[in-house]
């Protein structure tokens, strides 16, 4: 070997896989901790946000974003009273059967994970007339929305004021909708993140 040259050293085998297995570990390790505190991938599982957001539609929700505004699309768990099939509002005199919509929720969260847009917060005054929500006296721009058919669900006339640190959640698809109308407002602490990118299917690919 001529002066001033040296021979690279060679790998062995056993170096090579303990490397292999430290990279595939650090970015496992950092795909976790994304999920967990960063972005996390969410399947629709019902058709309440339609036409919005379909069923088997996957859209991611950013973490840090927890205290979402009027017309956000956010994830978060409900209320135990959420049941679709026997929803319990924490007022008996609210709720499904009732000219209010509930204001106040059962104490208890849910393990339940839920999608529905804001449509009112702390403060807000609000009543729903055929599916519409009029907030502060204003009908909300509601183009989104699949309207109601009638039904007496889609009737709350006499207004009710969401509680501070709460928000107000519906479903897009107003007359096929499991929401806060029939459970209440969500505290500020139960919310996960806002929904801000469809990645599937692929037609429906963008930002919501």
């Known amino acids: 070997m001529a ?93 499904a059967g009732h000219p209010q919509a509930c204001d106040q929720p059962t104490a208890q969260e849910s393990s339940q994970t839920f999608i529905k847009r804001v449509v009112g917060v702390a403060g807000d005054h609000l009543k729903i007339i055929n599916g519409h929500v009029y907030r502060n006296g204003v009908r909300e721009k509601d183009a989104y929305i699949a309207p109601c058919d009638g039904v007496g669900d889609c009737n709350f006339p006499k207004s009710i004021v969401v509680p501070p640190g709460d928000y107000y959640m519906m479903g897009d698809n107003r007359g096929e909708s499991d929401d806060s109308r029939f459970w209440g407002p969500v505290p500020q602490k139960w919310i996960i993140g806002e929904a801000f990118f469809t990645y599937w299917p692929p037609d429906r690919i963008g930002t919501l």
């Open 3 to 95: 002066p001033g040259t040296s021979k690279k050293k060679q790998k062995s085998p056993l170096y090579s896989l303990i490397e292999l297995v430290a990279t595939v570990a650090v970015a496992v390790g950092l795909a976790f901790l994304i999920q967990a505190f960063v972005v996390k991938p969410y399947r629709i599982p019902s058709g309440s946000m339609e036409p919005t957001l379909n069923i088997g539609q996957r859209i991611l929700a950013n973490r840090l974003s927890t205290h979402p505004g009027i017309g956000d699309i956010v994830v978060f768990h409900p209320p135990e009273g959420a049941d679709p099939a026997n929803p319990v509002c924490g007022d008996g005199s609210q709720g």
